[in-house]
């Protein structure tokens, strides 16, 4: 990583990558992109002032990306000295391990400074999508760049008014891309090589800010994703356009990723478009809707899909719907408007006051479990909480704090 010989040299010397554990959190949103967390035995509720704080680092530089967590090793983006970084730091003592450039991460009026994407890691390899459009490619081992592809000329990918947002996913040997327009609305990569495998034509509409999903619908593999025109559902090995479904609002931000199950994908957006959840037909052809509501219009927080419940957030607080009917079941205004994680049946809110909310949800309402306030960092608190091995992390701006959540 070419940030100097010593950050190299931290970053390529220090122990080996140790294998992936289960309860590791390698990309956007966690093991299966759901925002829930493979951890149990964890805390049920958290003294005066939150758990106990283990460390915090700065030195991330500007960004908005949560972290990825692959053993005892930690990533995630931030923007220094005018360029996108990638930061590597230890999950004991919170070390910065090393940095590495991408290049430029936003353009002059894109709104605010800072990274967006979080990396996803695959195979000992991490990718990054900057808000400019290039995807790069890293050796996790190395640190050095493999091969970066510029979406927008190579593919005819178009910027958006905030910079591009995406966490991209990787599929076996592919990794997914939305660089939007008519002749690759999503695109299908080598991973070893960033060489074109598949692209996605028959709707010329921009991406809008969201990451995608992978789903096994009826045996067939189908990625789930919002861009400027709405949801879309597109063949996994082909590319192909399956079906497309307008959903929009006055400034084409789709920021939250899609949940899927059962044959239905629920999105939702904010700027009083809501919620809707659509009902896939058998063969993966098309769609129909099943419920729409205006009461949860998710920004960028995230949804949660646990059993019958989705859970969100906007305004109005946390907002718990029936996920067959679409019924407002409840809402917890204290929580406010954040980002939600899941973890051992708990939901945890980072809202954009600064608060961390731990909540156990039920069938009437959500019991306050714990609160911490988040005073480290700088600009606005927009990261999602990530809970990997028995920690807490909150990433806010060039600060990043792990707190210990398990009972061991």
Same mark, same amino acid.
């Given at each position: 990583? %070419?940030?100097?010989?010593?950050?190299?040299?931290?970053?390529?010397?220090? =122990?080996?990558?140790?294998?992936?554990?289960?309860?590791?959190?390698?990309?956007? &949103?966690?093991?299966?992109?759901?925002?829930?967390? %493979?951890?149990?035995?964890?805390?049920?509720?958290?003294?005066?002032?939150?758990?106990?704080?283990?460390?915090?680092?700065?030195?991330?530089?500007?960004?908005?990306?949560?972290? @990825?967590?692959?053993?005892? %090793?930690?990533?995630?983006?931030?923007?220094?000295?005018?360029?996108? &970084?990638?930061?590597?730091?230890?999950?004991?003592?919170? &070390?910065?391990?090393?940095?590495?450039?991408?290049?430029?991460?936003?353009?002059?009026?894109?709104?605010?400074?800072?990274?967006?994407?979080?990396?996803?890691?695959?195979?000992?390899?991490?990718?990054?999508?900057?808000?400019?459009?290039?995807?790069?490619?890293?050796?996790?081992?190395?640190?050095?760049?493999?091969?970066? @592809?510029?979406?927008?000329?190579?593919?005819?990918?178009?910027?958006?008014?905030?910079?591009?947002?995406?966490?991209?996913?990787?599929?076996? *040997?592919?990794?997914?891309?939305?660089?939007?327009?008519?002749?690759?609305?999503? /695109?299908?990569?080598? /991973?070893?090589?960033? *060489?074109?495998?598949?692209?996605?034509?028959?709707?010329?509409? *921009?991406?809008?800010?969201?990451?995608?999903?992978?789903?096994?619908?009826?045996?067939?593999?189908?990625?789930?994703?919002?861009?400027?025109?709405?949801?879309?559902?597109?063949?996994?090995?082909?590319?192909?356009?399956?079906?497309?479904?307008?959903?929009?609002?006055?400034? /084409?931000?789709?920021? /939250?990723?899609?949940?899927?199950?059962?044959?239905?994908?629920?999105?939702?957006?904010?700027?009083?478009?809501?919620?809707?959840?659509?009902?896939?037909?058998?063969?993966?052809?098309?769609?129909? @809707?099943?419920?729409?509501?205006?009461?949860?219009?998710?920004?960028?927080?995230?949804?949660?899909?646990?059993?019958?419940?989705?859970?969100?957030?906007?305004?109005?607080?946390? @907002?718990?719907?029936?996920?067959?009917?679409?019924?407002?079941?409840?809402?917890?205004?204290?929580?406010?408007?954040?980002?939600?994680?899941?973890?051992?049946?708990?939901?945890?809110?980072?809202?954009?006051?600064?608060?961390?909310?731990?909540? *156990?949800?039920? =069938?009437?309402?959500?019991?306050?479990?714990?609160?911490?306030?988040?005073?480290?960092?700088?600009?606005?608190?927009?990261?999602?909480?990530?809970?990997?091995?028995? %920690?807490?992390?909150?990433?806010?701006?060039?600060?990043?704090?792990?707190?210990?959540?398990?009972?061991?």
């Amino acid at each position: 990583m %070419r940030i100097g010989s010593l950050a190299a040299l931290a970053l390529v010397t220090t =122990a080996l990558i140790p294998p992936a554990r289960a309860s590791d959190w390698p990309q956007w &949103r966690g093991p299966n992109r759901d925002g829930i967390s %493979r951890e149990q035995d964890l805390l049920a509720s958290w003294p005066d002032g939150g758990p106990r704080k283990l460390w915090s680092v700065e030195g991330l530089g500007q960004g908005f990306s949560t972290v @990825v967590v692959i053993g005892d %090793r930690l990533y995630t983006t931030g923007v220094s000295d005018g360029e996108g &970084r990638l930061v590597a730091i230890s999950a004991e003592g919170g &070390r910065i391990l090393g940095k590495a450039s991408y290049g430029s991460d936003s353009v002059e009026g894109g709104g605010y400074p800072g990274s967006r994407s979080t990396p996803t890691v695959a195979d000992g390899r991490i990718f990054i999508m900057s808000g400019t459009g290039v995807l790069t490619c890293f050796g996790e081992k190395s640190g050095q760049k493999q091969w970066q @592809v510029d979406t927008f000329k190579e593919l005819g990918g178009r910027q958006l008014q905030w910079n591009v947002a995406e966490s991209v996913l990787v599929d076996g *040997k592919r990794v997914i891309c939305t660089p939007g327009g008519p002749d690759a609305l999503l /695109a299908a990569l080598d /991973a070893a090589s960033g *060489k074109l495998v598949w692209r996605t034509r028959g709707l010329d509409s *921009k991406s809008a800010y969201c990451s995608p999903i992978l789903a096994d619908h009826n045996g067939a593999r189908m990625l789930l994703t919002m861009v400027e025109f709405g949801a879309v559902g597109v063949d996994a090995d082909t590319g192909k356009l399956l079906w497309k479904h307008a959903h929009k609002n006055r400034y /084409a931000v789709h920021a /939250a990723t899609p949940v899927y199950a059962n044959g239905r994908v629920i999105v939702s957006s904010g700027y009083e478009q809501g919620t809707e959840m659509l009902k896939i037909a058998r063969n993966g052809s098309s769609v129909d @809707v099943g419920w729409q509501q205006k009461s949860l219009d998710n920004h960028h927080g995230g949804l949660i899909l646990m059993g019958d419940n989705l859970y969100g957030t906007n305004d109005r607080g946390l @907002v718990c719907l029936d996920a067959g009917s679409g019924q407002v079941r409840w809402t917890e205004p204290k929580a406010g408007k954040g980002s939600l994680t899941a973890a051992d049946g708990l939901l945890y809110v980072y809202s954009e006051k600064g608060v961390v909310t731990l909540l *156990k949800p039920g =069938a009437n309402g959500a019991g306050i479990k714990g609160t911490l306030r988040v005073t480290e960092g700088t600009a606005q608190h927009w990261a999602h909480p990530v809970v990997a091995n028995g %920690r807490l992390y909150i990433r806010h701006g060039n600060a990043l704090i792990a707190y210990a959540v398990g009972r061991r």
